[in-house]
């Protein structure tokens, strides 16, 4: 497996070095830069994980100063769940190279188990008051959080620990954490497919407990985005997306609309390559650097690793960053992380 991660790593460091980018960029610009990673998952399931120190390695390999561990947005009822009480020791025993988001375990089941008119007063009291504990236990945002995430087994599987999920972006209850986020200064870290229009479900992707149409959500997400201007989202997964639909237009529009939203990047080889930051070659897809120069300060890496499933993701966010010039390298990978996050920043 580590010999495998190598040559993937191998072939994604290399190849700026082809010809083709070679005259668009410095090779390897952005490699002094040590990595804030804001979407790291340490398991899958309560029931199995990587330890500390195997993390420690892996994020010391690809040069990761720090990772920002959150559990992914678990359904209501999902066996294996794990959130604040799992990760807030973690970072408090190593705040150097660890923080913590939460939420996906406790705010994401409230969401998906209720039903956007059915909202009460008590439901949202109820709402606030763990996201509030979630400020006070020193969390740097809320979340994983979905609004539409796509399973990823099949039927035929048998019962799916990967779900499929699904609400309105301007849910009541998320409305409602934009204004605790506002409050305490911490992010929203969302997780949502794009879908600018309603559409079938994408062909070649896993149908499983998938449904057969998607719902239109773009302006649901601008909706939430207006609710509290002081509410930073970050619309995770930027690069890689499954309906095809999450392209580099309609995210500098909504950029250009809306000065509250923010975006981690993930690259995964292994997913679809249509809306990827980076070319084949290695270097960085042309739209994509004028975005990223566009918008310097909005956007961060965020690989999507889950440390019980080996390190391709977090080779690939290396390899994305020492793609970039060093100026877009250093506020991508490292700085933007520290304004949009509530982080301490290290002792100079």
């Known amino acids: 497996m580590r010999l495998r991660v190598w040559t993937i790593l191998w072939i994604a460091l290399s190849a700026p070095f082809a010809p083709a980018a070679a005259d668009a960029r410095p090779a390897n610009a952005g490699a002094s830069v040590a990595l804030i990673d804001v979407h790291v998952h340490p398991m899958r399931s309560a029931r199995r994980g990587a330890s500390v120190s195997a993390m420690l390695r892996a994020m010391d390999e690809f040069r990761v100063e720090l990772g920002i561990l959150l559990p992914p947005p678990f359904p209501p009822g999902h066996p294996g769940a794990y959130g604040r009480s799992a990760l807030e020791p973690i970072a408090r025993a190593h705040p150097d190279r660890f923080a913590f988001v939460a939420g996906g ?11 956007p008119d059915k909202v009460t007063p008590d439901i949202v009291a109820e709402f606030r008051r763990e996201a509030e504990a979630i400020a006070r236990a020193g969390a740097a945002g809320f979340g994983e959080l979905t609004a539409e995430h796509f399973s990823f087994s099949h039927v035929a599987a048998g019962p799916s620990n ?68 002081n509410a930073r989202v970050v619309w995770a997964h930027a690069g890689w997306d499954l309906t095809g639909e999450r392209t580099v237009p309609l995210m500098r529009a909504l950029l250009a609309r809306h000065s509250n939203l923010y975006m981690s990047v993930k690259l995964d080889s292994r997913g679809p390559q249509k809306t990827s930051a980076l070319m084949p070659s290695g270097a960085v897809r042309p739209d994509w650097l004028e975005m990223l120069g566009e918008f310097p300060d909005r956007f961060m890496v965020g690989s999507d690793q889950f440390h019980d499933s080996g390190d391709q993701r977090l080779a690939r966010a290396r390899a994305f960053a020492d793609a970039l010039p060093a100026d877009l390298a250093r506020r991508v990978g490292r700085d933007n992380a520290f304004r949009v996050y509530r982080l301490n920043r290290p002792a100079k």
Do not use: Q, W
């Open 105 to 115: 375990e406790s705010l994401n089941p409230m969401i998906h188990r209720t039903l």
């Open 162 to 229: 990967h779900p499929y999920e699904s609400t309105a972006p301007d849910h009541p209850l998320l409305l409602a954490l934009a204004d605790v986020a506002a409050e305490h200064g911490m992010p929203i870290d969302l997780h949502m497919e794009a879908v600018p229009r309603d559409m079938p479900f994408p062909e070649g992707r896993p149908r499983g407990r998938n449904p057969e149409t998607l719902k239109e959500n773009i302006s649901g997400l601008e909706r939430l985005l207006a609710r509290n201007r």
